[in-house]
């Protein structure tokens, strides 16, 4: 029972920093403020500094027991007084010794737990926020008066920070008090009224980053998207909040954030953020998550029907892209190369420099994504995004402003991404960080090709002859590659394509044929294989691949044996789009006398590519047959019926995502071989026979993939297969 009583004593000693003796104690303990009383010392500020000091009585017994040491060492005798300096005046005076004092009292542990509480009692609390409008209006104005005395303070006392810094710490509690909101969205409309929204934006530019970080902190709190999704919360009258409603109320704070310019503040607060300072690499994640709630919350519509306006709303990508610099600013996160003293600075922070890296490349693939900017609806090709500039950093001084593009005033982000991927050209990533890195580089530059502005610069830029190294390594790099590949030559639509016909054209003159078909012929030599730190790469997806007919397979295997068969399933399905994308763009007129170098490759070898291209075309046209019977006999097809949707449409949805997509480019490749020779037209028409089928099969898939099709060159290219096959 006494060790017991001592363990608690020795942790609460430690939880207190407090001793309960004297008999060896320290001449000083630095503290910060009062901790209670400690026998022996008095608390006071002197020439060490602010904490305890031994008493007097104490003091001189200590240094009487040093001077007996002294003495017997043959040192002069010592005066039994001790010298101490006066904080309050630049003098010293004696203390004569006072009689020694008794003994301190051991405190039992019950003893000093009651002293912790009371200590723990002292500790101001956090400011609650009252979740009703009148509670919401009174700290709003108890928000704005302070704000007000700290303007006034600060122009006051400009050279004496310590004048206004306890006012700015007020400020601060103001604002984290709002955090409380998030726990009832019902009452975002009254922060939104009271017009606290609006001095949040204004905090947003306060001369202290820190009160900004606080300010970007909150509102992560409050827009956070997993507020939509939390059920039995409680609404002002204690019944629970409709759904609707919370996506409105969380709509309205959103809108009234992006109405009031704050995209654009977040994006100069960027500016003044050192990542290699803790709090400030927080200030810059919470503003990449904060957009990223944002860029959320504006895809599924709650931004829109919160306005309650009929007039469609720009879209968060539009603002981002044509009033803000922030992708310039992703683009220049992305490319930072850390230096050894960032490095060192970093080493063991919180949020490391890699994880912001990552984040960046999250936000940047996800608005090059979105299809404002796929459509050229806003934005600049990524060859001349404007320089990212900040209100709060000479443009000199800031590094995230320096470009690598042409021109003063010009960022190449196409040439940042292509570097990006030129570095894993050879080598995989090491490390998970590294692999969903280059995931998202690959996802941007394949969703910018949507652009044809973007497939230029990608052509120019020797973008293609990177990717295919890429792919001929058979490293990670590759499976990214073939994927941009696919929307470099796919082209978006029916317009003149122009860029898509020269990237195809590009592609033959540089050899690509010879690295495409030994994919397309699903050679395992020539299949790129996924990194060992990727799921797909590792060895537990070899084993459940080598296990998946017999044996016992843990649950990671059988997933990871998943992963490595979508990555195969990836590649399959990129060779034969990339495939299709050549039969349609090239024709007799094409340069580099590409026309003829596909032909033969389908004659060659015995015609093996129209034996592949057929046996792919009848896999996939049973797969889209028995996607399109499964939905038939769903229950999501009885549900669709009885909602009122048109059960054909919705089959015919599910049979293309089967696998009847890939089927109807299949056929068009095999029109595109059988129509430019003879020979291959008459092997095709024999294999099909051997296989129990025909030319009808093609026919068949030729017809329903014209009925899918909008008016436009494809269309009329896919009725001229139909016309001469």
């Not at 004092?101 to 101001?124: C, D, N, R």
């Not at 709509?251 to 607060?269: H, R």
């Not at 001349?384 to 209100?391: G, I």
Request: charged share 25%.
């Amino acid at each position: 029972m006494a060790s017991k009583s001592s363990s608690v004593v020795d942790v609460l000693d430690r939880v207190i920093g407090l001793t309960t003796t004297t008999t060896d104690g320290a001449e000083f303990i630095a503290s910060d403020k009062w901790r209670g009383s400690k026998p022996g010392y008095v608390f006071q500020t002197g020439e060490l500094g602010t904490g305890y000091y031994l008493d007097g009585p104490t003091a001189v017994k200590k240094r009487a027991r040093s001077d007996d040491n002294d003495d017997d060492g043959g040192g002069g005798k010592r005066s039994s007084s001790v010298v101490r300096f006066d904080a309050t005046k630049d003098t010293t005076h004696s203390i004569p010794p006072r009689p020694r004092p008794s003994k301190p009292q051991q405190l039992s542990g019950e003893q000093l737990l009651a002293q912790a509480e009371q200590l723990a009692s002292e500790q101001p609390s956090p400011k609650l926020l009252e979740l009703s409008p009148k509670g919401i209006q009174s700290a709003a104005h108890s928000l704005d008066k302070t704000l007000q005395r700290n303007q006034l303070l600060r122009a006051q006392y400009q050279d004496d920070p310590e004048k206004f810094m306890m006012n700015e710490l007020a400020l601060n509690d103001e604002i984290v008090s709002f955090q409380n909101a998030a726990v009832d969205v019902s009452c975002y409309e009254s922060v939104v009224e009271c017009g606290v929204m609006g001095t949040f934006l204004t905090l947003l530019s306060h001369e202290n980053s820190d009160v900004a970080i606080s300010v970007i902190d909150v509102l992560v709190e409050l827009l956070d998207t997993m507020l939509l999704q939390e059920d039995g919360k409680k609404g002002e009258g204690g019944a629970s909040l409709d759904p609707v409603e919370r996506a409105r109320s969380i709509g309205i704070l959103a809108n009234a954030f992006v109405d009031g310019c704050g995209l654009e503040l977040i994006t100069s607060n960027l500016g003044r953020f050192d990542e290699t300072v803790e709090e400030d690499a927080k200030g810059i994640e919470d503003s990449l998550t904060l957009v990223e709630s944002l860029l959320d919350l504006d895809r599924s519509g709650i931004l829109q029907r919160a306005s309650g306006k009929e007039k469609p709303l720009p879209s968060v990508v539009s603002c981002i892209c044509n009033q803000t610099t922030f992708v310039a600013w992703l683009f220049g996160r992305i490319d930072k190369k850390e230096s050894d003293a960032d490095h060192a600075a970093t080493a063991n922070a919180t949020i490391s420099p890699a994880v912001l890296k990552l984040h960046s490349s999250e936000v940047l693939s996800s608005i090059l994504q979105h299809e404002d900017y796929s459509m050229q609806r806003c934005g600049r090709a990524l060859a001349v995004l404007p320089k990212y500039a900040s209100a709060f950093d000479d443009s000199d001084e800031n590094p995230a402003a320096k470009s690598n593009g042409e021109g003063n005033n010009v960022l190449d982000g196409m040439e940042i991404l292509l570097l990006s991927i030129a570095a894993y050209r050879k080598t995989d990533p090491q490390i998970e960080v590294e692999c969903e890195f280059l995931e998202n580089v690959f996802d941007s530059l394949a969703a910018s090709l949507m652009r044809e502005d973007n497939v230029a610069d990608f052509v120019e830029k020797e973008g293609i002859e990177l990717m295919l190294r890429c792919v001929r390594e058979k490293v990670h790099s590759g499976g990214g590659a073939l994927k941009v590949l696919n929307f470099a030559l796919s082209g978006a639509g029916n317009g003149s394509n122009d860029a898509y016909k020269k990237a195809c054209e590009t592609f033959v003159h540089v050899g690509g044929l010879k690295i495409l078909f030994p994919l397309y012929m699903a050679r395992k030599s020539a299949i790129p294989c996924p990194a060992t730190c990727s799921e797909g790469g590792s060895n537990l997806a070899k084993k459940g691949m080598t296990k998946e007919n017999g044996g016992a397979v843990s649950k990671r295997a059988k997933r990871a044996a998943h992963a490595r068969k979508k990555w195969l399933a990836e590649v399959e399905h990129n060779a034969i789009y990339i495939m299709y994308a050549l039969t349609r763009y090239i024709g007799k007129d094409s340069q580099y006398d590409a026309h003829a170098r596909l032909l033969v490759k389908f004659v060659e070898d015995d015609c093996e590519k129209c034996d592949r291209t057929i046996e792919l075309c009848l896999k996939f046209d049973e797969k889209a047959r028995i996607a399109e019977y499964q939905y038939f006999r769903s229950d999501e097809a009885e549900e669709a019926e009885q909602a009122g949707v048109d059960i054909e449409l919705a089959a015919l949805d599910a049979k293309l995502r089967g696998g009847g997509d890939m089927f109807h480019r299949l056929c068009a490749i095999l029109s595109f071989a059988c129509i430019g020779s003879t020979r291959s037209h008459g092997h095709v028409r024999d294999q099909l026979k051997l296989q129990g089928s025909g030319i009808s099969v093609i026919k068949e898939g030729l017809k329903e993939f014209d009925s899918l099709l909008a008016i436009g060159p494809q269309k009329t290219q896919v009725e001229q297969y139909l016309s001469e096959i």
